[in-house]
């Protein structure tokens, strides 16, 4: 152990002007250092030695054994100390290298960052692009309905697929876009909707083929997404027996309105719409900018003959259907969800079915309950809905840092996580939303708000595990710097390294 020169101390005796150098090992005895002297004055190893003082005087041989063991002792403390040093030196050079591979860890991180910001803002400038283009009202392309017969290949749902989408379990991630086009096609001739209104079905195909247009690819806002809340509301119209409860006039206007609910969706919400005084904002003073655009652009659609299932109705029918489905479009701004559940619960305790302020508010709940509702869908369908939200949300959030505007902390990437963003919204929006209808609806507690409640505990315990991993890593932090500080508090001090240079310091050889 050590290095060499740890292993042993050497003094120089001066023997008739002779230099002698005696060398001590870390092991040696008073007994051995007594006979080291001997051997370097050329005696006897059994030579008794007397220790004169500056006067000549004979010091006791009691008091030469007691220094020899004091000498002895000093060696000793000697070797430890030196010992103790190459340890501490060791540690401390371990606990470098810890913390430089930390650091470069810290660097690493440091460059993604960088990387991840630079992308950022790369698809934000990209983003700046494609939102500056023409509004809406000016882009006639994707308006133009399609003159040819509908293009997309006809696709024959299984009885398997038309069993399933009745059920709030379908999963809504299997289908590609013209399979979820046939599979809305095939809600409107179900529910007796083209019977019922003689809905021109070819005109049905070029209808839905046109909205299909006028959803943007945003990471949620998008087609699938109209096509959820349209099967959600479709498995209430069945799970609430809701066709002998509504006339198929409601039944219309609910389907129709969950079709039309997002249209041309920018992907950027109304409060960014406010606060970056957009077109939009500009146009609806405020007022649901982004309702009241996807309405615009529903009737829009409808104002083009050969996409207007409504073309057979007359002006009455017709004004009906209009003020019902903006009633229910504008409905899903969620700033109103206080206001709107508020008026539901006042009347669900006394529910008339015969009164239309009654059904509308109901209408208008039911919506707003298929809006939101992927936390009702089984996990695997419902998980990947979190992560296109908060996308969405982060592509928001980075946008409104870029320009200088406020940011919700609920779309921020540095202060949401999924659980935090899920665990809210589940307890404070949809389980006492869901649980109100519940009251007018009793079936709807085991298909639909008990997964809601699986759901909220699923986030809490993985908040659980979030929160247990930060307290770990705050841990971890915590120790590797007070070892550090520890280590550097036991480094070897003035004191101790004086005292060894005066025990190991050579004597001057003449
Ligand atoms: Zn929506």
């Not at 919506?367 to 990947?384: F, G, L, Q």
């Not at 005066?502 to 004597?507: E, M």
Request: with cysteine; glycine share 4%.
């Amino acid at each position: 152990m050590g290095s060499a020169s740890s292993a042993y101390r050497v003094i120089y005796l001066d023997v008739d002007g002779r230099s002698q150098k005696v060398v001590f090992s870390r092991f040696c005895s008073p007994c051995d250092i007594k006979e080291l002297l001997c051997s370097a004055l050329g005696l006897p190893r059994n030579t008794t030695i007397f220790l004169l003082d500056v006067t000549g005087a004979m010091v006791s041989e009691e008091l030469f054994q007691n220094v020899l063991t004091q000498v002895a002792e000093q060696f000793s403390r000697a070797f430890k100390i030196n010992e103790l040093k190459t340890e501490v030196t060791n540690r401390l050079a371990m606990l470098e290298k810890r913390v430089e591979l930390e650091g470069l860890k810290v660097v690493e991180i440091e460059k993604c960052r960088s990387d991840i910001k630079k992308l950022r803002e790369e698809m934000a400038s990209r983003n700046n692009r494609s939102v500056t283009r023409k509004p809406f009202l000016e882009d006639n392309k994707k308006l133009t309905p399609r003159r040819d017969m509908p293009s997309y290949p006809k696709y024959h749902l299984s009885q398997e697929t038309v069993e399933a989408l009745r059920k709030p379990t379908f999963d809504v991630w299997q289908w590609e876009p013209n399979e979820m086009l046939s599979c809305l096609e095939h809600i409107y001739h179900d529910l007796g909707l083209v019977k019922d209104f003689s809905i021109n079905p070819i005109t049905l195909k070029r209808w839905l083929l046109c909205i299909h247009d006028n959803y943007r690819n945003n990471p949620f806002h998008n087609f699938r997404h109209c096509f959820c809340v349209t099967q959600m509301m479709y498995s209430m119209v069945h799970l609430c027996s809701l066709q002998e409860r509504f006339t198929q006039m409601d039944i219309l206007i609910l389907i129709t309105a969950a079709v039309c609910h997002d249209l041309d969706h920018p992907g950027y919400n109304n409060t960014y719409q406010i606060n970056a005084r957009t077109e939009l904002a500009v146009r609806y003073n405020d007022i649901s900018p982004l309702e009241n655009h996807h309405c615009a652009v529903a009737f829009q659609i409808f104002s083009q003959p050969d996409c207007n299932i409504f073309s057979n109705f007359d002006p009455e029918t017709f004004k009906q259907i209009r003020q019902g489905t903006i009633t229910l479009i504008l409905a899903t701004d969620m700033a109103r969800h206080g206001e709107i559940l508020d008026s539901f619960k006042q009347k669900v305790d006394s529910f008339d079915f015969t009164n239309e302020e009654h059904v509308t508010c109901l209408k208008m709940v039911l919506i707003k309950c298929c809006d939101i509702s992927n936390e009702v869908r089984p996990m695997e369908v419902a998980e990947p809905w979190v992560d296109c939200l908060l996308e969405e949300y982060f592509m928001q959030s980075d946008r409104e840092k870029l320009e200088g505007l406020p940011v919700a902390p609920f779309m921020d990437r540095e202060k949401v996580t999924k659980p935090t963003a899920q665990i809210g919204f589940i307890k404070f929006v949809l389980i006492p939303m869901f649980e109100t209808v519940m009251k007018l609806f009793p079936q709807i507690e085991a298909a639909m708000v008990q997964p809601l409640r699986e759901s909220r505990d699923r986030y809490e315990e993985l908040k659980q595990i979030d929160d247990a991993m930060n307290e770990v890593r705050g841990a971890l932090g915590r120790a590797i710097q007070a070892q550090h500080t520890e280590v550097m508090g036991t480094l070897p001090t003035r004191g101790p390294q004086t005292h060894l240079a005066l025990i190991s310091g050579p004597k001057k050889e003449k």
